[in-house]
Nanobody
Framework: QVQLVESGGGLVQPGGSLRLSCAAS????????MGWYRQAPGKQRDVVAQ???????TYADSVKGRFTISRDDAKNTVYLQMNSLEPEDTAVYYC?????????WGQGTQVTVSS
């Protein structure tokens, strides 16, 4: 059974930082591309950052220079370090694992940026 469990969300003031974690089980983690997506109320789910099995990273333009995705294959975990957070970053953040035709999602963690 594949599980992706996100943690680290919460309420933070503008300009603050959060670190999201996603622990995976039931997959050969090192073979999967991992990603973080987010969905704000009334909007579609959009990609935030992705990291391949070879550690190549890509970012949405809106988070470049502020967010960093990384992975620890020994811990089956992917991280999203979020700095200089803005109210526009408020959303539910979802972890994704993808390889060929396999595509898995976590249940999401809420991030709220507000003063």
């Amino acid at each position: 059974q594949v599980q992706l469990v996100e943690s680290g969300g919460g309420l933070v003031q503008p300009g603050g930082s959060l670190r999201l974690s996603c622990a995976a089980s039931g997959i050969l983690f090192s073979n999967y591309a991992m990603g973080w997506y987010r969905q704000a109320p009334g909007k579609q789910r959009d990609v935030v950052a992705q990291i391949t099995s070879g550690d190549t990273t890509t970012y949405a333009d809106s988070v470049k220079g502020r967010f960093t995705i990384s992975r620890d294959d020994a811990k089956n975990t992917v991280y999203l370090q979020m700095n200089s957070l803005e109210p526009e970053d408020t959303a539910v953040y979802y972890c994704n694992a993808r390889r060929r035709t396999f595509n898995y999602w976590g249940q999401g963690t809420q991030v709220t940026v507000s003063s």
